[in-house]
C-alpha cells in the first residue's frame, strides 16, 4: 500500500468522492465507513464484501476477501464477482477522476478470465494517463486487473465510461 500524499491544495476542485476520501481514509475505520457508503450508493457491490484501499484520481484499488459468497460451483471465485470487483473499482476510480463539470456512465465492459482464483482479491482500475475534459463526449476506457493473492492477473478487463459534459441548467 503506498502513502497518500496530496496536499489540501491539490483537492481543491476536486470531486466531491475524492475530497470524502482524503477526509475518512486517515481516520480509524475511515476506509471501512467510505466503502459502506459506496455501496449504499451502489448496494449490489456489497456482494463481494469490498475494501477501497486506495483512490487518487487515475487509481482505485479495492480488496475483497475469498469466502463462500462468491463462490461458483468448482469453489473458485465467481466470474460475476470478479466483474463486480472491475466495476467498482472502475467506477469509483472515474468518479474521483472526472471533474464536478463532467459527468460519467459505463456503456461497456469486456472481460477476460485467465485463470481461477482461490484466494482474496485485489481489483485494481488504473489510468496510465490522466485525459483532457472538454466540452466534447469521449468515451475513457478504463482497464482493471483482478488479482489472486499471489499478484496474478486472474481476470482482465476493460469497462468504457462515456464522459460528457454536465448540462447547463
Request: charged fraction near 20%.
Amino acid at each position: 500500500m503506498t502513502a497518500d500524499t496530496t496536499t489540501a491544495a491539490e483537492t481543491d476542485g476536486a470531486p466531491a468522492i475524492y475530497r470524502l476520501w482524503q477526509k475518512l481514509s486517515r481516520q480509524p475505520l475511515g476506509r471501512w465507513l467510505f466503502t459502506q457508503g459506496v455501496c449504499f450508493k451502489a448496494p449490489y457491490f456489497r456482494t463481494v464484501h469490498p475494501r477501497i484501499r486506495e483512490l487518487r484520481p487515475g487509481l482505485c484499488r479495492v480488496s475483497a476477501p475469498n469466502r463462500r459468497g462468491v463462490h461458483n460451483h468448482i469453489g473458485t471465485f465467481h466470474a460475476i464477482a470478479s466483474c463486480n470487483m472491475a466495476e467498482i473499482a472502475a467506477g469509483v476510480m472515474t468518479e474521483a477522476t472526472v471533474p464536478t463539470t463532467h459527468r460519467w456512465i459505463p456503456t461497456g465492459m469486456t472481460v477476460d478470465y485467465n485463470a481461477k482464483a482461490t484466494t482474496a482479491v485485489t481489483a485494481i482500475a488504473r489510468l496510465d494517463q490522466l485525459p483532457e475534459f472538454g466540452d466534447e463526449k469521449f468515451d475513457l476506457v478504463v482497464p482493471v486487473d483482478v488479482l489472486d493473492a499471489a499478484g496474478n492477473a486472474f481476470v482482465t478487463a476493460a469497462i468504457t465510461m462515456r464522459i460528457s459534459k454536465k448540462k447547463d441548467r
